[in-house]
């Protein structure tokens, strides 16, 4: 079975200081996707970067990159710049590629605060 | 529509009452799942739709959940006799699979319902 592990539940930095957020991940599948998901108060998730295991190059999103290490398993969220608006949860998931049950698998979670 | 929507955003009930919660997809989107989020925790699966498929129901945590979809489109999440312990958001989200190369699309996500069972 596949297992998604946070292993920060909180973490606080400056606004405008850069924030690295862990994620491991346990699975013998060789193709799949990562996904890092941001939940603010309003408690909406929001799609925040993606990433195909088949592909060697790490995903980014203007602020938002990850560093995709497949052989260790690791998929850690890096944030750029941080803003206020990023105070928020993040959640990496996990989702088996050719697979009928098509479930996103979660971790814990790690509550981001930005601080002015 | 522009996204996945929810209603009602906050439902508070009484133990023993039965709620339903409904799930507007986005708009061509074949396949629609439930999730729940206690307080604090990550989110649990509940329930999968993909098109005309029979769901994937194993995520439901007891038989006092049930949900149903219409047309392929709208779901509705049913909660009967509820409990204290069904108080929590619950999530739904939909993608676009494409069936034909085997992958899956990105979840998109309502903005949930807040259920509070007293």
């Known amino acids: 079975a596949q297992t998604v592990t946070q292993s920060q539940p909180e973490m606080s930095v400056q606004e405008a200081e850069t924030v690295t957020l862990s994620c491991t991940y346990d699975t013998s599948e060789n193709n799949y996707y990562l996904f890092w998901y941001k939940q603010p108060p309003s408690r909406q998730m929001i799609l925040v970067i993606r990433?195909?295991?088949?592909k060697q190059q790490n995903a980014t999103e203007n602020r938002f990159s990850v560093n995709f290490q497949k052989a260790a398993k690791s998929f850690s969220l890096k944030i750029s710049d941080s803003q206020l608006g990023d105070t928020a949860m993040y959640f990496c998931?996990?989702?088996?590629?050719?697979?009928?049950?098509?479930?996103?698998?979660w971790g814990a979670g790690t509550k981001l605060i930005i601080k002015p | 529509g522009a996204g996945v929507s929810q209603s009602p955003s906050n439902k508070v009930t009484e133990k023993g009452k039965d709620v339903e919660l409904r799930c507007d997809p986005i708009s061509g989107h074949t396949a629609l799942y439930w999730y729940r989020q206690s307080l604090g925790q990550g989110l649990e699966f509940l329930i999968y739709?993909?098109?005309?498929?029979?769901?994937?129901k194993s995520g439901l945590p007891s038989d006092r959940f049930s949900a149903e979809r219409t047309g392929g489109s709208v779901s509705t999440l049913t909660i009967q006799r509820t409990q204290q312990e069904d108080s929590a958001v619950y999530l739904c989200?939909?993608?676009?699979?494409?069936?034909?190369?085997?992958?899956?699309?990105?979840?998109?996500f309502g903005p949930g319902t807040r259920l509070l069972v007293l």
């Open positions: 989200a939909s993608s676009l699979v494409f069936r034909a190369s085997g992958g899956q699309e990105t979840q998109y």
């Open positions: 998931a996990f989702m088996k590629l050719w697979d009928s049950n098509y479930q996103l698998i």
């Open positions: 990433q195909e295991a088949y």
């Open positions: 739709f993909q098109g005309n498929s029979a769901p994937d």
